[in-house]
């Protein structure tokens, strides 16, 4: 029988074809395949299962159903696992170090597993919030035919009468701090807030990212809406093996789907979704792994004139479940194309164009969740860049839910080496109303790892401080994180940033409307203050992976990235 795929030019036929392959065929009649299945096209089944948890618990059962569409459409599946940091349990203590450096750790272990077995495509299966670019990156890196599924997002909880989050419950722990919520309270809270398996549930990093997924083309549409404990996710896994070998058979790779037009329909989507700031580290980072130039400002540029028309959490009422509910991200991305703000020529994972998907789509937005793109919630995206002699090379504000006044913020600063010195001082209300809250050496590389500042941020809200100071940071805020708080500020302190020379009582001013963050210093003041500076601060971190992390890795407003990309690439993996 004459096979539709061409197997001479598959990597699996590095292992699979030939007699100098016998000893490797061995191998996979050890594990019951047959040679039918040996010269099959091989796909590799990604996931990153754990039980670290809930966003990863139910991944390995949506990998059985990708595994059975792979089957079915002429493909042999190996599934195989890498890591998660999840964020929400590394949340506020030296765990979080962990967290962005496991992103790229995520990319180069697929990577190798990929190359080191000969796979010819790739299914990857993600749920939390550096997993999910993590494994993105992976496929775009070693363009080969794939298909991304997000794990999907956790149900809410219900306490007296209302959806609660785990945002909740980290702004519980400020109201407890403050005497405004007792132990007995706390304790109801934490147990009803997360009811199951899934993402954190609101518009927080890992749905912004699931949203990415399909607006950018590498998922199915409308593969990423429905909650985990859903069963009916299975037949989007289903779909979604039989479509990789649609993928293999067209030869349609990574970097066919994400190009720079897709990379903008994804900026599009974070916009008006209100979606995480996170996301302008890490399409930048997938952009890096396709050779596009497209940092920090080009996504922030987009994001400027994109409507936000989405009310989701934080900065709105809904969560994930509920933009399921009423269409999901195709409904959205239809409301965009009204406004000719998205590129429909795209090619995406089901082999045909993003158009030619939104054709068939017939819901409309509601007006509740989704309003009308034409009438929207505000006339600009939700995430906004900044820039000045502050952060000459960026930094990144999130402020979907908030009016033009909140917008602006002049004050002093009052200046802390660390997260864990700025919460101390949070906890003790060593702060005042109208002072600009500084963290620094948070970044990439003095972190190291550019830690999340949930932590802080939600007792400062905790305390009903959140509109009444604002907060700047090298490192980088959880898309749980509400109030007027900048992250990414580049060049970061440890880099020799104007971030690394301010001190407490200079005067900073960030405003959102005209993209400005500076700081009342002359260019005379920071150069004499740039000569005394004596260094980037010590860490602890000598050795190991997140000292590794903090050698490799450069700005925020590239993407974090640790390695050089594809314009420095000799060969592609697939025509090894």
């Known amino acids: 029988m004459t096979s539709r795929f061409d197997k001479s030019r598959l990597p699996s036929r590095h292992v699979t074809e030939g007699p100098a392959r016998a000893p490797h065929r061995s191998y996979f009649y050890a594990m019951g395949l047959s040679e039918e299945e040996i010269h099959q096209p091989w796909v590799g089944v990604a996931t990153c299962w754990n039980e670290a948890a809930p966003c990863n618990i139910t991944l390995n059962r949506q990998a059985q159903a990708v595994k059975a569409g792979v089957k079915a459409a002429g493909g042999t599946p190996r599934e195989f696992t890498t890591i998660t940091v999840t964020d929400g349990i590394a949340m506020g203590h030296e765990g979080m170090r962990s ?25 990857g299966l993600a749920g939390c919030d550096k997993s999910l670019p993590g494994m993105m990156m992976a496929m775009v890196r070693l363009n080969v035919p794939s298909v991304f599924i997000y794990g999907g997002s956790i149900l809410p909880g219900r306490l007296d009468g209302r959806d609660v989050t785990v945002q909740d419950v980290f702004e519980a722990v400020g109201r407890h701090q403050a005497g405004n919520l007792s132990d007995a309270e706390l304790a109801i809270l934490e147990r009803v807030a997360c009811p199951g398996a899934g993402a954190c549930g609101a518009q927080y990093t890992a749905n912004t990212m699931a949203c990415v997924s399909e607006a950018i083309g590498l998922a199915l549409l409308n593969s990423s809406g429905a909650p985990a404990p859903y069963e009916s996710r299975d037949h989007y896994g289903h779909t979604s093996g039989e479509a990789v070998l649609r993928l293999i058979e067209k030869n349609i790779r990574a970097r066919d789907i994400v190009t720079r037009k897709s990379l903008e329909n994804a900026a599009r989507i974070v916009a008006c979704t209100g979606g995480s700031t996170n996301a302008a580290l890490h399409l ?15 996504v922030t540029d987009i994001m400027r004139d994109t409507p936000y028309f989405c009310d989701l959490r934080p900065g709105g009422k809904y969560v994930a479940k509920d933009l399921y509910e009423v269409g999901g991200v195709p409904v959205v991305l239809k409301e965009l194309q009204k406004l000719g703000l998205i590129h429909g ?35 600009t995206g939700g995430v906004v860049g900044l820039r000045g002699n502050l952060a000459p090379d960026g930094a990144i504000v999130k402020v979907a839910g908030m009016t033009a006044e909140e917008q602006v913020f002049t004050g002093p600063a009052r200046v802390f080496e660390s997260e864990e010195e700025a919460f101390e001082a949070v906890r003790a209300r060593a702060y005042s109303a109208g002072e600009v809250i500084v963290i620094r050496n948070e970044g990439p590389a003095g972190g190291p790892g550019m830690r999340e500042m949930l932590a802080t941020t939600a007792a400062i809200s905790g305390q009903g401080m959140g509109k009444k100071v604002a907060l700047i940071t090298d490192g980088r ?23 690394a020379l301010i001190r407490t009582g200079d005067v900073i001013t960030i405003n959102a409307i005209t993209g400005e963050l500076s700081v009342a210093l ?55």
């Open 99 to 123: 967290s962005l450096a496991s992103r790229d750790a995520i990319a180069d272990t697929v990577e190798l597993t990929m190359r080191g077995h000969c796979y010819d495509a790739l299914v």
């Open 284 to 298: 930048p980072a997938i952009a890096h792994e396709a050779g596009v130039d497209f940092d920090l400002f080009d």
């Open 345 to 379: 020529d795209c090619i995406t994972a089901s082999g045909r164009t993003l158009g030619e998907e939104l054709d068939d789509i017939r819901g409309e937005a509601d007006g509740r969740v989704i309003y009308p793109a034409s009438t929207p919630l505000t006339p």
């Open 477 to 499: 805020f959880s898309g749980a994180t509400r109030g007027f708080c900048v992250g990414h500020i580049g060049p970061e302190a440890a880099h020799g940033g104007p971030i």
């Open 522 to 576: 002359s260019d005379a003041e920071l150069a004499a203050r740039r000569a005394a500076w004596s260094g980037p601060r010590p860490t602890q971190y000598a050795t190991g992976a997140i000292w590794k992390f903090a050698k490799l890795v450069g700005g925020a407003r590239w993407g974090a990235v640790t390695h050089p990309g594809a314009k420095a690439e000799k060969h592609i993996y697939m025509d090894l």
